[in-house]
């Protein structure tokens, strides 16, 4: 079994400043690592993800993230954020190859990006 | 394209009644599934379909039904609505294989249950 763990629920920040969401996985596994963006009171987009190769992946809207195998964790970055980067990031995990349709994810992380 | 649809985008229903959730993809994806969404509990898997004709069950199954008889729909079944199922239900869509790992997913239906 796979599970999620965002350590924060909440990630209050100012406009400009950098960001860190965080994520930790489970799994007895390897796994195919994800991250979801969900602006308000729409559907779930795709961030970026991580399959194999590089441990540092590049996202749409200037997010990465960095695949830590040791650390179990797939933290997401974004250098200076935007007022419209307010939204809640999901954190997903799956098996790998081409069964990844049964997606775990986190509890999400509410990004607010004041100015 | 017009993506992954789901009708209606809210519906409020008293316990006992039923409904069906419609879903509509025309990626011509094979592999598609449903979400529910509550507050503080991320998304939860509830059923799956892989193809035409099969589907499975997820992590939170109980008190829903779904079939598969077409590529493009994915209507998910209310037989006797409970409070338990306020929530806000969203269809994902996916090429199968490796040609893609992107789930698709629509705008999402907000249900209550009183």
């Known amino acids: 079994a796979q599970s999620v763990t965002q350590l924060d629920s909440q990630v209050p920040v100012f406009e400009e400043a950098p960001v860190e969401l965080r994520c930790n996985y489970s799994?007895?596994?390897?796994?195919?690592l994800f991250w979801y963006v969900q602006y308000p009171n729409q559907g779930l987009q795709l961030l970026l993800k991580y399959l194999s190769g590089s441990t540092l992946v590049k996202g749409i809207n200037g997010f990465e993230a960095e695949f830590n195998k040791s650390q179990t964790s797939f933290h997401l970055r974004k250098p200076s954020v935007h007022i419209s980067d307010t939204a809640e990031y999901f954190c997903a995990v799956s098996p790998p190859g081409g069964s990844n349709y049964k997606l775990t994810f986190g509890k999400g992380t509410l990004l607010t990006v004041n100015p | 394209n017009a993506g992954v649809t789901q009708t209606p985008k809210f519906q409020v229903l008293k316990t006992g009644q039923s409904m069906t959730l419609q879903c509509a993809q025309d990626m011509n994806h094979e592999y598609m599934s449903w979400y529910r969404q509550d507050p503080g509990m991320g998304l939860r898997l509830i059923h799956y379909?892989?193809?035409?004709?099969?589907?499975d069950q997820g992590e939170v199954p109980n008190g829903y039904n779904v079939s598969r008889s077409t590529t493009e729909d994915f209507p998910l079944r209310l037989l006797s609505a409970a409070p338990s199922q306020t929530s806000v239900y969203f269809c994902?869509?996916?090429?199968?294989?490796?040609?893609?790992?992107?789930?698709?997913f629509g705008p999402g239906t907000r249900l209550t249950v009183t």
């Open positions: 994902a869509s996916r090429l199968p294989g490796t040609a893609s790992y992107e789930q698709y």
């Open positions: 379909s892989v193809g035409a004709g099969i589907t």
């Open positions: 799994s007895s596994v390897s796994v195919y």
